[in-house]
């Protein structure tokens, strides 16, 4: 995979398949992660319900700031609503959190590795 690595999208590997079949088992909320920019949204997260077992962010760009993620990947989840009062999930409590993209992951440091 890193032979194969590039600054181009490379669709078509399964990502699609694999998410339908995760849809069969799992309670996933889903959010366009096209354009997400998540230190400007702060309604990203509305569609997570205490039910909810795993986050999917889809088709993320190649510009997509992972580090925005690590927050929420180690630490309590907080969920705001539009006209509602924000609801804080403990970690144990959290959704899993998934992304697809076609890029690959280009960033450098310990939290990458």
């Not at 890193?2 to 600054?7: E, G, H, K, Y």
């Not at 990502?15 to 339908?20: A, R, V």
């Not at 409590?93 to 939290?111: C, W």
Request: aromatic letters at 10%; hydrophobic letters at 40%; zero cysteines.
């Amino acid at each position: 995979i890193l032979s194969q690595a590039s600054n181009t999208a490379q669709g078509r590997s399964g990502k699609g398949i694999l998410i339908q079949a995760l849809h069969q088992f799992l309670n996933i909320a889903e959010y366009n992660g096209k354009n997400v920019d998540l230190s400007k949204d702060k309604f990203v997260f509305q569609s997570i319900t205490l039910l909810t077992n795993l986050f999917l962010l889809q088709d993320v760009q190649q510009s997509f700031n992972f580090e925005d993620l690590f927050a929420v990947l180690t630490d309590k989840m907080s969920i705001e609503r539009k006209h509602q009062v924000k609801i804080i999930l403990d970690f144990i409590d959290s959704p899993k959190i998934a992304l697809t993209t076609n890029y690959t992951i280009n960033n450098t440091g310990g939290s990458f590795t």
